[in-house]
């Protein structure tokens, strides 16, 4: 009887995380599938400043060895109850809750207490396949470009951060970073109505990326708090969204918002900062927090992707195939870095063969062995070939 297990010599691509500034292509054993989980076959996954955070060393939970990615799309090889029928495209929802804490019985799953994701809690999708719940991808409309999909999750996130602010037109609005987030938000508002978009970005790269989509930018060199009143009647802007997670911007958010404005914090901070507490009192502002995304705000990511309203098809990317992983992870750390970097993965033609096999059943004894791509550290050095 056909069952889900892989065998003895199924084994598939993946980028490996190996250890601080090391990633390998290595070869591993195929997914396992569960009952209820369904089988991806891998297109494209992009890089985040998250997948730099681990692959550096500094990410609190990752554990290497570990399988990257959690910004994925691809097409479904084999479907699971409830899940979207073979061939579809769809991107990955990431996140894993515990389903027991107060925030999942109140239908805020992406705040739970012990809140994980694929990537970084448990094999990600930076592989020829990847196996999630059924219920943890959402389809693409059929028609829409791949590599656009793949700006779905991260987009999810810029959704959910405007949701926060409760957008409702005409707002001025400042956004502090340009980097993919921080665009995204920008766009994301944009098309949310706000009349007035600036974008705070110590980076001239980033300046110009953000300039070339039609926003307004901060000079080089002037306190953006100052210069935003300078050019705003004396006020504040209506929403601030921080993106950039560094201490010199805490330190102004308070200044940047008008009295009685939103300040949407995106950005995950690594350390206390200060914070202008007083400020934010006597102007009654609002902080908000703004962790990841919701169902809902995955499946309006998802939905702003046909007809590309945003111009996403218009962001710089880079492309690498999934040989070339650590040479992907150089693009992305480098101070010209473009605004998304993507790794190329299908290649039907090499993981058809190992398809058929797994889906036909067989247990697995332990783990792949074999040679896959030279072990890289992210600084450049060839560190020999990969033992598993």
């Given at each position: 009887?056909?069952?889900?297990?892989?065998?003895?010599?199924?084994?598939?691509?993946?980028?490996?995380?190996?250890?601080?500034?090391?990633?390998?292509?290595?070869?591993?054993p195929y997914?396992?599938?569960?009952?209820?989980?369904?089988?991806?076959r891998v297109?494209?996954?992009?890089?985040?400043?998250?997948?730099?955070?681990?692959?550096?060393?500094?990410?609190?939970?990752?554990?290497?060895?570990?399988?990257?990615?959690?910004?994925?799309?691809?097409?479904?090889?084999?479907?699971?109850?409830?899940?979207?029928?073979?061939?579809?495209?769809?991107?990955?929802?990431?996140?894993?809750?515990?389903?027991?804490?107060?925030?999942?019985?109140?239908?805020?799953?992406?705040?739970?207490?012990?809140?994980?994701?694929?990537?970084?809690?448990?094999?990600?999708?930076?592989?020829?396949?990847?196996?999630?719940?059924?219920?943890?991808?959402?389809?693409?409309?059929?028609?829409?470009?791949?590599?656009?999909?793949?700006?779905?999750e991260p987009?999810?996130?810029?959704?959910?951060?405007?949701?926060?602010?409760?957008?409702?037109?005409?707002?001025?609005?400042?956004?502090?970073?340009?980097?993919?987030?921080?665009?995204?938000?920008?766009?994301?508002?944009?098309?949310?109505?706000?009349?007035?978009?600036?974008?705070?970005?110590?980076?001239?790269?980033?300046?110009?990326?953000?300039?070339?989509?039609?926003?307004?930018?901060?000079?080089?060199?002037?306190?953006?708090?100052?210069?935003?009143?300078?050019?705003?009647?004396?006020?504040?802007?209506?929403?601030?969204?921080?993106?950039?997670?560094?201490?010199?911007?805490?330190?102004?958010?308070?200044?940047?918002?008008?009295?009685?404005?939103?300040?949407?914090?995106?950005?995950?901070?690594?350390?206390?900062?200060?914070?202008?507490?007083?400020?934010?009192?006597?102007?009654?502002?609002?902080?908000?927090?703004?962790?990841?995304?919701?169902?809902?705000?995955?499946?309006?990511?998802?939905?702003?992707?046909?007809?590309?309203?945003?111009?996403?098809?218009?962001?710089?990317?880079?492309?690498?195939?999934?040989?070339?992983?650590?040479?992907?992870?150089?693009?992305?750390?480098?101070?010209?870095?473009?605004?998304?970097?993507?790794?190329?993965?299908?290649?039907?033609?090499?993981?058809?063969?190992?398809?058929?096999?797994?889906?036909?059943?067989?247990?697995?004894?332990?783990?792949?062995?074999?040679?896959?791509?030279?072990?890289?550290?992210?600084?450049?050095?060839?560190?020999?070939?990969?033992?598993?």
């Open positions: 009887m056909a069952t889900n297990a892989v065998t003895r010599n199924a084994t598939m691509r993946a980028a490996v995380w190996t250890a601080p500034g090391r990633v390998d292509v290595r070869d591993v997914p396992h599938v569960p009952d209820g989980w369904l089988l991806l297109e494209y996954g992009g890089i985040c400043g998250t997948d730099l955070a681990i692959v550096a060393g500094r990410h609190p939970r990752a554990t290497a060895p570990l399988v990257i990615g959690h910004e994925i799309v691809g097409t479904v090889e084999r479907t699971g109850p409830d899940g979207p029928p073979a061939g579809t495209r769809a991107v990955v929802e990431p996140l894993i809750a515990c389903g027991r804490c107060r925030a999942c019985r109140d239908q805020a799953a992406h705040v739970c207490r012990e809140l994980e994701l694929f990537g970084i809690d448990a094999a990600g999708g930076l592989a020829d396949y990847m196996a999630v719940p059924s219920d943890r991808v959402v389809p693409v409309r059929p028609g829409v470009p791949v590599r656009r999909a793949a700006w779905a987009l999810a996130v810029a959704v959910h951060s405007v949701a926060q602010a409760r957008m409702r037109g005409g707002e001025s609005v400042l956004v502090f970073g340009a980097g993919p987030i921080g665009i995204l938000v920008a766009l994301v508002a944009r098309e949310a109505g706000a009349a007035r978009i600036v974008i705070a970005e110590p980076k001239a790269s980033r300046r110009r990326a953000a300039a070339a989509c039609g926003f307004e930018t901060v000079p080089d060199g002037v306190d953006p708090a100052t210069w935003f009143r300078s050019t705003n009647a004396s006020e504040g802007a209506d929403i601030v969204f921080d993106t950039a997670g560094h201490r010199d911007v805490a330190r102004v958010l308070p200044a940047s918002a008008r009295e009685t404005g939103t300040i949407v914090l995106v950005a995950v901070y690594p350390d206390p900062v200060a914070l202008d507490l007083r400020a934010l009192c006597f102007g009654e502002q609002r902080l908000l927090g703004s962790r990841v995304y919701t169902r809902d705000d995955l499946t309006e990511a998802v939905a702003l992707l046909p007809d590309d309203p945003l111009g996403l098809d218009q962001l710089p990317v880079a492309v690498f195939p999934l040989d070339e992983a650590a040479a992907a992870f150089h693009a992305a750390r480098a101070d010209d870095a473009p605004m998304k970097v993507l790794i190329e993965i299908a290649d039907p033609s090499a993981v058809a063969e190992v398809a058929d096999r797994c889906l036909a059943g067989g247990e697995v004894a332990g783990p792949a062995t074999g040679e896959g791509a030279p072990e890289v550290d992210l600084f450049g050095t060839p560190r020999g070939p990969a033992i598993s």
